[in-house]
């Protein structure tokens, strides 16, 4: 399985941009790259993902490198409710999705 | 939106007890896993299930621990004889492919073993 490498926490300022980066240099070409976050005291819940075209939906956009060995999850405008823990997560048709220990984000207001 | 629910959000148990912890997965979803995640640790996978049969466990998925679609809209996770060590709490996730297809998760059910 692809290991990915996250910041432990990263911080930003309410309304601003965030760019949270993850690594995953030994992922597979069949790999797609999915991002989740965990909100406080909640289930994990799908952001976005992609396989190799940066990608755009109503909650983030993914940037994906052209080698594919890391990618970057932006939030255009960050909100309160923004603050989670954000897993990066290679996914393939194995069905072992690992989480890791992700980026905690803090919004400051 | 169509939603993956768990019931109980809350059980208690004593060490030793059978407890099933229920889930219904989005109705046209396929694949099934069970997660957990002690207080305070990263969410751990379980298990994964497809075509009524399981596709792949982990280590933590051991004798103590069966899960079943006993129809066709519930899919459960037993646990045999509760351990203390069995807190935590239980999400339960559906797709409807892989890889390609995200993971839909409930809100989970806390178990705590007393």
């Known amino acids: 399985d692809a290991k990915t490498t996250q910041p432990n926490s990263m911080e930003s300022n309410e309304e601003e941009p965030v760019h949270l980066p993850c690594n995953h240099s030994?992922?597979?070409?069949?790999?797609?790259i999915h991002w989740y976050r965990q909100l406080p005291s909640q289930g994990p819940e799908y952001v976005i993902h992609?396989?190799?075209s940066n990608v755009n939906n109503r909650m983030a956009s993914l940037a994906i490198a052209e080698d594919r060995k890391s990618s970057t999850l932006i939030l255009h405008r960050a909100t309160l409710r923004d603050a989670a823990v954000y897993y990066c997560?290679?996914?393939?048709?194995?069905?072992?999705?690992?989480f890791g220990t992700g980026t905690s984000l803090t919004v400051i207001p | 939106e169509p939603e993956v629910t768990q019931t109980p959000s809350h059980q208690v148990t004593q060490m030793g007890q059978e407890v099933i912890l229920r889930c219904v997965p989005i109705s046209n979803h396929l694949y099934f896993y069970w997660y957990r995640q002690i207080l305070g640790q990263k969410v751990e996978f379980l298990v994964s299930f497809y075509n009524n049969e399981i596709s792949e466990k982990s280590e933590i998925f051991d004798d103590q621990f069966s899960v079943e679609r006993p129809d066709g809209s519930n899919f459960t996770l037993k646990i045999r004889s509760t351990k203390l060590e069995d807190s935590a709490m239980y999400f339960c996730?559906?797709?409807?492919?892989?890889?390609?297809?995200?993971?839909?998760f409930g809100n989970g059910t806390r178990l705590t073993v007393t």
């Open positions: 030994t992922i597979s070409g069949t790999d797609y």
């Open positions: 996730a559906s797709s409807l492919g892989r890889g390609s297809s995200p993971l839909h």
């Open positions: 992609g396989l190799t």
């Open positions: 997560i290679p996914m393939n048709t194995g069905n072992q999705f690992y």
